[in-house]
Protein backbone atom coordinates (compact mmCIF):
# COMPACT_ATOMS: atom_id res chain seq x y z
CA UNK A 1 0.00 0.00 0.00
CA UNK A 2 1.00 2.95 -1.10
CA UNK A 3 0.97 5.73 1.68
CA UNK A 4 -0.84 8.99 0.75
CA UNK A 5 1.28 12.52 0.01
CA UNK A 6 1.42 15.00 2.99
CA UNK A 7 0.30 17.38 0.81
CA UNK A 8 -2.61 15.49 -0.26
CA UNK A 9 -3.90 14.17 2.94
CA UNK A 10 -3.76 17.65 4.68
CA UNK A 11 -5.73 19.15 1.21
CA UNK A 12 -7.86 16.62 2.06
CA UNK A 13 -7.95 17.29 5.88
CA UNK A 14 -8.59 20.88 5.26
CA UNK A 15 -11.16 19.98 2.61
CA UNK A 16 -13.30 18.09 5.00
CA UNK A 17 -13.16 20.23 8.01
CA UNK A 18 -14.84 22.98 5.92
CA UNK A 19 -17.14 20.59 4.29
CA UNK A 20 -18.30 19.29 7.67
CA UNK A 21 -18.75 22.54 8.56
CA UNK A 22 -20.75 23.93 5.56
CA UNK A 23 -23.12 20.91 5.54
CA UNK A 24 -23.92 21.13 9.63
CA UNK A 25 -25.02 24.47 8.70
CA UNK A 26 -27.15 23.76 5.63
CA UNK A 27 -24.41 24.81 3.20
CA UNK A 28 -25.35 28.73 3.42
CA UNK A 29 -29.16 28.08 3.27
CA UNK A 30 -29.41 29.31 6.87
CA UNK A 31 -26.35 31.68 7.19
CA UNK A 32 -26.35 33.98 4.40
CA UNK A 33 -23.66 32.32 2.55
CA UNK A 34 -23.79 31.18 -1.00
CA UNK A 35 -21.68 28.87 -3.12
CA UNK A 36 -18.78 31.11 -4.18
CA UNK A 37 -18.64 32.83 -0.75
CA UNK A 38 -18.45 28.59 0.84
CA UNK A 39 -15.86 27.86 -2.29
CA UNK A 40 -13.40 30.99 -1.33
CA UNK A 41 -13.60 29.68 2.60
CA UNK A 42 -12.43 25.98 1.52
CA UNK A 43 -9.98 27.63 -0.58
CA UNK A 44 -8.65 29.42 2.41
CA UNK A 45 -8.59 26.38 4.50
CA UNK A 46 -7.11 24.47 2.19
CA UNK A 47 -4.42 26.62 1.40
CA UNK A 48 -3.85 27.52 5.39
CA UNK A 49 -3.58 23.79 5.81
CA UNK A 50 -0.87 23.28 3.18
CA UNK A 51 1.28 26.41 3.47
CA UNK A 52 1.11 25.69 7.69
CA UNK A 53 5.11 24.86 9.13
CA UNK A 54 6.20 21.39 9.12
CA UNK A 55 6.35 21.35 12.45
CA UNK A 56 2.65 22.98 13.25
CA UNK A 57 0.89 19.68 11.27
CA UNK A 58 -0.46 16.99 13.86
CA UNK A 59 0.75 13.79 12.90
CA UNK A 60 -2.32 11.28 13.86
CA UNK A 61 -0.65 7.66 13.98
CA UNK A 62 -2.83 4.97 12.85
CA UNK A 63 -4.30 1.96 14.80
CA UNK A 64 -1.83 -1.19 15.78
CA UNK A 65 -4.26 -3.54 16.96
CA UNK A 66 -1.60 -5.82 17.13
CA UNK A 67 1.80 -4.52 18.17
CA UNK A 68 4.70 -6.70 18.14
CA UNK A 69 7.83 -5.38 18.95
CA UNK A 70 10.39 -6.49 16.67
CA UNK A 71 13.39 -4.06 17.56
CA UNK A 72 15.02 -2.94 20.59
CA UNK A 73 18.00 -0.13 20.63
CA UNK A 74 18.80 0.68 24.34
CA UNK A 75 21.98 2.52 25.58
CA UNK A 76 24.51 -0.16 27.20
CA UNK A 77 27.65 -0.63 27.92
CA UNK A 78 27.88 -3.76 26.41
CA UNK A 79 30.96 -4.75 24.12
CA UNK A 80 32.33 -7.09 21.43
CA UNK A 81 35.87 -7.54 21.31
CA UNK A 82 37.69 -9.36 18.40
CA UNK A 83 41.49 -10.15 18.69
CA UNK A 84 43.55 -11.32 15.68
CA UNK A 85 46.82 -12.47 16.64
CA UNK A 86 49.57 -13.08 13.60
CA UNK A 87 50.59 -16.81 13.97
CA UNK A 88 53.18 -16.77 11.59
CA UNK A 89 56.44 -18.14 12.03
CA UNK A 90 58.30 -14.79 13.75
CA UNK A 91 55.46 -14.80 16.02
CA UNK A 92 56.77 -17.67 17.95
CA UNK A 93 59.08 -16.28 19.85
CA UNK A 94 56.40 -14.36 21.45
CA UNK A 95 53.64 -17.27 22.15
CA UNK A 96 54.27 -17.20 25.70
CA UNK A 97 53.90 -13.80 25.99
CA UNK A 98 50.88 -13.80 24.59
CA UNK A 99 49.55 -16.80 26.52
CA UNK A 100 50.88 -14.57 29.89
CA UNK A 101 49.04 -11.32 28.92
CA UNK A 102 46.15 -12.57 28.09
CA UNK A 103 45.38 -14.32 31.42
CA UNK A 104 45.77 -10.61 32.36
CA UNK A 105 43.03 -9.68 30.14
CA UNK A 106 40.71 -12.23 31.34
CA UNK A 107 41.19 -11.59 35.22
CA UNK A 108 40.26 -7.80 34.43
CA UNK A 109 37.33 -8.65 32.43
CA UNK A 110 36.24 -11.11 35.39
CA UNK A 111 36.84 -8.57 37.78
CA UNK A 112 34.62 -5.98 35.62
CA UNK A 113 30.86 -5.50 35.93
CA UNK A 114 30.53 -5.06 31.67
CA UNK A 115 28.71 -7.51 29.62
CA UNK A 116 31.16 -8.59 26.74
CA UNK A 117 32.09 -10.94 23.75
CA UNK A 118 35.36 -11.58 22.82
CA UNK A 119 36.36 -13.76 19.82
CA UNK A 120 40.08 -14.65 19.36
CA UNK A 121 40.92 -15.35 15.25
CA UNK A 122 44.06 -17.50 15.17
CA UNK A 123 45.12 -21.08 15.14
CA UNK A 124 43.59 -22.67 18.83
CA UNK A 125 47.78 -22.91 19.98
CA UNK A 126 47.94 -18.95 20.35
CA UNK A 127 44.16 -18.31 21.51
CA UNK A 128 43.90 -17.76 25.14
CA UNK A 129 42.18 -20.40 27.21
CA UNK A 130 38.95 -18.96 28.67
CA UNK A 131 38.33 -19.01 32.72
CA UNK A 132 35.56 -21.79 32.47
CA UNK A 133 32.94 -19.17 34.04
CA UNK A 134 33.58 -16.91 31.05
CA UNK A 135 33.53 -20.17 28.34
CA UNK A 136 30.21 -18.54 27.29
CA UNK A 137 31.44 -15.13 26.60
CA UNK A 138 34.56 -16.67 24.09
CA UNK A 139 34.59 -17.95 20.54
CA UNK A 140 37.82 -18.67 19.05
CA UNK A 141 38.37 -18.75 14.91
CA UNK A 142 40.97 -21.64 14.59
CA UNK A 143 42.61 -20.47 11.21
CA UNK A 144 46.26 -19.37 10.58
CA UNK A 145 46.68 -15.49 10.47
CA UNK A 146 49.61 -14.48 7.96
CA UNK A 147 52.29 -12.29 8.71
CA UNK A 148 50.75 -9.34 6.53
CA UNK A 149 46.95 -9.99 6.47
CA UNK A 150 46.03 -9.35 10.56
CA UNK A 151 43.67 -6.73 8.27
CA UNK A 152 42.71 -9.03 5.40
CA UNK A 153 42.10 -11.53 8.21
CA UNK A 154 39.06 -9.57 10.06
CA UNK A 155 37.26 -8.89 6.80
CA UNK A 156 37.65 -12.84 5.15
CA UNK A 157 36.55 -13.98 9.03
CA UNK A 158 33.42 -11.29 9.01
CA UNK A 159 30.72 -14.06 8.75
CA UNK A 160 32.07 -16.03 11.16
CA UNK A 161 31.82 -13.51 14.21
CA UNK A 162 28.87 -11.71 12.35
CA UNK A 163 26.29 -13.37 14.43
CA UNK A 164 28.21 -12.72 17.70
CA UNK A 165 28.13 -9.24 17.00
CA UNK A 166 25.08 -7.65 18.49
CA UNK A 167 23.79 -4.69 17.48
CA UNK A 168 23.60 -2.25 20.67
CA UNK A 169 27.40 -3.27 21.57
CA UNK A 170 30.49 -1.37 20.59
CA UNK A 171 32.90 -2.79 18.56
CA UNK A 172 36.37 -2.90 18.98
CA UNK A 173 39.63 -5.02 17.42
CA UNK A 174 42.68 -5.47 18.85
CA UNK A 175 45.44 -6.25 16.26
CA UNK A 176 48.65 -8.00 17.40
CA UNK A 177 51.07 -8.72 15.03
CA UNK A 178 55.08 -8.22 14.30
CA UNK A 179 54.85 -7.04 10.87
CA UNK A 180 53.35 -4.44 8.80
CA UNK A 181 49.78 -4.93 7.17
CA UNK A 182 49.69 -5.52 2.97
CA UNK A 183 46.17 -3.96 2.72
CA UNK A 184 46.29 -0.35 3.27
CA UNK A 185 44.22 1.39 6.38
CA UNK A 186 42.07 3.35 4.30
CA UNK A 187 40.63 0.23 2.47
CA UNK A 188 40.24 -1.63 5.61
CA UNK A 189 38.48 1.59 7.42
CA UNK A 190 35.83 1.55 4.10
CA UNK A 191 35.17 -2.05 3.88
CA UNK A 192 34.76 -2.43 8.08
CA UNK A 193 32.42 0.02 8.01
CA UNK A 194 30.27 -1.08 5.77
CA UNK A 195 30.01 -4.52 6.98
CA UNK A 196 29.35 -3.26 10.59
CA UNK A 197 27.16 -0.51 9.50
CA UNK A 198 28.90 1.59 12.54
CA UNK A 199 31.67 2.85 13.51
CA UNK A 200 34.34 0.74 16.00
CA UNK A 201 37.68 1.61 17.91
CA UNK A 202 40.84 -0.61 16.66
CA UNK A 203 44.11 -1.48 19.25
CA UNK A 204 47.40 -2.26 17.91
CA UNK A 205 49.80 -4.30 19.65
CA UNK A 206 52.66 -3.79 16.79
CA UNK A 207 55.63 -2.33 16.83
CA UNK A 208 56.83 1.02 16.67
CA UNK A 209 59.19 3.15 14.25
CA UNK A 210 62.41 2.38 16.33
CA UNK A 211 65.14 5.08 15.93
CA UNK A 212 67.14 4.54 12.12
CA UNK A 213 63.31 4.12 10.89
CA UNK A 214 63.47 -0.18 11.71
CA UNK A 215 60.95 -2.16 13.87
CA UNK A 216 61.21 -2.44 17.84
CA UNK A 217 63.53 -4.96 19.92
CA UNK A 218 63.53 -7.15 23.20
CA UNK A 219 65.79 -9.14 24.76
CA UNK A 220 63.73 -12.20 23.54
CA UNK A 221 63.11 -10.80 19.92
CA UNK A 222 63.24 -8.52 17.34
CA UNK A 223 59.96 -7.44 14.72
CA UNK A 224 59.79 -7.65 11.47
CA UNK A 225 58.79 -4.35 10.54
CA UNK A 226 56.55 -1.09 12.19
CA UNK A 227 52.97 -1.55 11.92
CA UNK A 228 52.35 1.94 10.21
CA UNK A 229 48.97 0.82 8.81
CA UNK A 230 47.72 -0.63 12.22
CA UNK A 231 49.33 2.65 14.00
CA UNK A 232 46.95 4.94 11.65
CA UNK A 233 43.63 3.09 12.17
CA UNK A 234 44.57 3.43 16.15
CA UNK A 235 45.07 6.62 15.82
CA UNK A 236 42.04 7.78 13.52
CA UNK A 237 39.67 5.35 15.21
CA UNK A 238 41.52 6.60 18.70
CA UNK A 239 42.19 3.68 19.72
CA UNK A 240 45.24 2.52 21.72
CA UNK A 241 48.71 1.39 20.97
CA UNK A 242 51.25 -0.71 22.67
CA UNK A 243 54.67 -1.73 21.31
CA UNK A 244 54.55 -5.81 20.44
CA UNK A 245 58.05 -5.50 21.95
CA UNK A 246 56.55 -5.24 25.71
CA UNK A 247 57.24 -7.40 27.49
CA UNK A 248 53.96 -6.91 29.83
CA UNK A 249 50.74 -5.92 28.23
CA UNK A 250 49.26 -5.13 31.86
CA UNK A 251 49.11 -1.30 30.70
CA UNK A 252 47.40 -1.60 27.61
CA UNK A 253 44.66 -3.95 29.38
CA UNK A 254 44.47 -1.27 32.10
CA UNK A 255 43.41 1.34 29.57
CA UNK A 256 41.91 -0.69 27.08
CA UNK A 257 39.23 -1.96 30.06
CA UNK A 258 38.72 1.81 30.93
CA UNK A 259 37.61 2.37 26.80
CA UNK A 260 35.19 -0.88 27.49
CA UNK A 261 33.51 1.09 30.21
CA UNK A 262 31.98 4.03 27.93
CA UNK A 263 28.26 3.74 27.88
CA UNK A 264 27.40 3.81 24.46
CA UNK A 265 24.38 6.23 22.90
CA UNK A 266 21.29 4.64 21.66
CA UNK A 267 21.78 3.92 18.06
CA UNK A 268 19.14 5.68 16.08
CA UNK A 269 18.31 3.49 12.77
CA UNK A 270 16.93 -0.35 12.15
CA UNK A 271 17.70 -2.44 9.49
CA UNK A 272 14.58 -4.45 8.94
CA UNK A 273 14.72 -4.85 4.98
CA UNK A 274 15.47 -8.40 5.04
CA UNK A 275 13.16 -9.33 8.39
CA UNK A 276 9.96 -9.93 6.24
CA UNK A 277 8.24 -7.33 8.19
CA UNK A 278 5.37 -5.27 6.69
CA UNK A 279 7.37 -1.62 5.84
CA UNK A 280 3.86 0.29 6.09
CA UNK A 281 2.89 -0.82 9.55
CA UNK A 282 6.17 0.09 11.18
CA UNK A 283 5.94 2.42 14.22
CA UNK A 284 8.94 3.85 16.52
CA UNK A 285 7.99 4.41 19.72
CA UNK A 286 10.74 6.36 22.63
CA UNK A 287 10.22 5.15 26.07
CA UNK A 288 12.20 7.59 28.19
CA UNK A 289 14.07 7.02 31.50
CA UNK A 290 11.70 9.36 33.09
CA UNK A 291 7.65 10.42 31.67
CA UNK A 292 5.23 8.68 28.79
CA UNK A 293 6.38 6.55 26.05
CA UNK A 294 6.09 8.61 22.51
CA UNK A 295 5.23 7.17 19.36
CA UNK A 296 7.23 9.20 16.68
CA UNK A 297 5.86 10.54 13.82
CA UNK A 298 6.60 9.15 10.29
CA UNK A 299 7.77 11.96 7.81
CA UNK A 300 8.56 11.37 4.22
CA UNK A 301 12.14 12.48 4.02
CA UNK A 302 15.02 13.25 6.34
CA UNK A 303 15.30 17.39 6.18
CA UNK A 304 17.17 19.54 9.28
CA UNK A 305 13.33 20.57 11.04
CA UNK A 306 12.10 16.99 10.81
CA UNK A 307 10.63 15.31 13.54
CA UNK A 308 10.03 11.38 14.00
CA UNK A 309 11.34 8.40 11.05
CA UNK A 310 11.62 7.76 7.54
CA UNK A 311 11.93 4.75 6.20
CA UNK A 312 13.92 4.26 3.52
CA UNK A 313 12.74 1.84 0.38
CA UNK A 314 15.46 -0.96 0.83
CA UNK A 315 13.75 -1.11 4.78
CA UNK A 316 16.38 0.90 6.97
CA UNK A 317 14.53 3.34 9.38
CA UNK A 318 16.35 6.18 10.37
CA UNK A 319 15.46 8.89 12.79
CA UNK A 320 15.63 12.41 12.46
CA UNK A 321 18.98 13.79 13.61
CA UNK A 322 16.89 16.28 16.18
CA UNK A 323 14.92 13.61 17.95
CA UNK A 324 17.34 11.08 17.80
CA UNK A 325 19.67 14.16 19.65
CA UNK A 326 16.45 14.17 22.05
CA UNK A 327 15.68 10.43 22.28
CA UNK A 328 19.69 10.34 23.52
CA UNK A 329 19.16 13.31 26.05
CA UNK A 330 15.84 11.55 27.96
CA UNK A 331 17.78 8.11 27.44
CA UNK A 332 15.53 4.76 27.84
CA UNK A 333 15.24 2.71 24.80
CA UNK A 334 13.62 2.77 21.07
CA UNK A 335 11.13 0.05 20.24
CA UNK A 336 10.83 -0.69 16.73
CA UNK A 337 7.07 -2.05 16.67
CA UNK A 338 5.01 -4.00 14.10
CA UNK A 339 1.48 -3.45 13.87
CA UNK A 340 -0.38 -6.44 11.79
CA UNK A 341 -2.57 -4.95 9.94
Known sequence: MVPASPRLSRRTHAS????SLALASGCGARTGLDVDELDAGIDAAIDAAIDAPEDSVDTMVDECPDPVVARVREESNAVDIIWVIDSSLSMRDELARIRRNARIFWNAM??????????FITPQEFAPVAPLELEHRYWNRDVPVFSN???ESLIANFPFYRPILRPDAAT???????????????EFDLEMRRLLGHEYRLHAVVSEVAEGGGACSSPTNIAIAPGEEYLELADENDG????????????LIDRLSNELRRVIPIRCDFEVGDDGLEVES??????????EPR???RVDRLTPRC??????????VQLCEETCRDVNLARGRLELISCAL
Open 295 to 297: TLP
Open 307 to 316: DGFVVSEEGS
Open 282 to 291: LRVVHQPRDG
Open 240 to 251: IFLSVCSEDWRD
Open 110 to 119: EASSLDFRAV
Open 16 to 19: AIVL
Open 149 to 151: EAL
Open 172 to 186: HFVVVTDDESSLPAA
